[in-house]
């Protein structure tokens, strides 16, 4: 099934890792910059996309900790990243990664 990972584009950081990404993932994950698609989405899809990752597959989305778990299964470093997914690891990762991702959106969006 292909999945998409939404990410942005105006994060540097987050144009690192999907230029790694793009050239390791399988091609049943497809990157997509949110801000190219901006005719598509009303502006609060624009915002809750821009906050944290979106992954989806099918009908289902995938977001935050999960979304970039989720994506680098579509590489040979997927069982890497599962570990963020473990009982005891997981809490520690999804804070991390919520306080990053609010931090990274305050910096480059509410100014």
């Keep these: 099934m292909k999945e998409?990972?939404?990410?942005?584009?105006k994060c540097s950081?987050?144009?690192?890792?999907m230029d790694k990404l793009a050239v390791i993932k399988g091609e049943q994950l497809?990157?997509?910059?949110?801000?190219?698609?901006?005719?598509?989405?009303?502006?609060?899809?624009?915002v809750s996309m821009?906050?944290?990752?979106?992954?989806?597959?099918?009908?289902?989305?995938?977001?935050g900790i999960d979304a970039n778990i989720?994506?680098?299964?579509h590489t040979r470093w997927g069982w890497i990243w599962r570990i963020l997914g473990w009982p005891l690891i997981k809490p520690i990762a999804n804070l991390a990664y919520k306080?990053?991702?609010?931090?990274?959106?305050?910096?480059?969006y509410t100014k």
């Design 30 to 46: 497809e990157l997509k910059d949110i801000h190219e698609l901006s005719d598509q989405l009303t502006d609060e899809e624009r």
């Design 70 to 73: 989720a994506a680098w299964q």
């Design 13 to 17: 950081l987050c144009v690192a890792e």
């Design 50 to 63: 821009l906050k944290v990752l979106h992954l989806q597959r099918g009908n289902q989305w995938i977001t």
């Design 99 to 108: 306080r990053w991702a609010r931090w990274r959106y305050d910096r480059l």
């Design 4 to 9: 998409t990972l939404y990410y942005d584009g």
